[in-house]
């Protein structure tokens, strides 16, 4: 089993950046792939990003096209957590924003990955 709690939502407006934190506990942490999933009202959940559990200095990731060159994910496994700092956000990056992982390679279906976190709101205003 693996825990995971999400911080670092907000208010913020256009243009603005944010970092979300996902705090990860229960197993080797740097076996996970850990990867960023959105739900905007109304809409299914999507992909954002994730991030190989380990691979020396730099870790490989993947973005939806949506956010690359304005997201960032990133993880310290000494830390056990993973990151996302969002720069230059825009209104329809409004969401509830969750972590999750998996074993395995990196994929961007949400049903494989295995655990969960609560989810954190981030709004940006126009």
């Known amino acids: 089993q693996v825990q995971l709690v999400e911080s670092g939502g907000g208010l913020v407006q256009a243009g603005g950046s944010l970092r979300l934190s996902c705090a990860a506990s229960?197993?080797?942490?740097?076996?996970?792939?850990m990867g960023w999933f959105r739900q905007a009202p109304g809409k299914e959940r999507e992909f954002v990003a994730a991030?190989?559990?380990?691979?020396?200095?730099?870790?490989?990731?993947d973005y939806a096209d949506s956010v690359k060159g304005r997201f960032t994910i990133s993880r310290d496994n000494a830390k056990n957590t993973m990151y996302l700092q969002m720069n230059s956000l825009k209104p329809e990056d409004t969401a509830v924003y969750y972590c999750?992982?998996?074993?395995?390679?990196?994929?961007?279906?949400?049903?494989?990955?295995?655990?969960w976190g609560q989810g954190t709101q981030v709004t940006v205003s126009s």
């Open positions: 999750a992982a998996r074993k395995g390679p990196i994929i961007r279906t949400d049903l494989r990955y295995d655990f």
């Open positions: 229960g197993q080797t942490f740097s076996a996970y792939v």
């Open positions: 991030i190989r559990g380990s691979g020396g200095f730099t870790f490989y990731a």
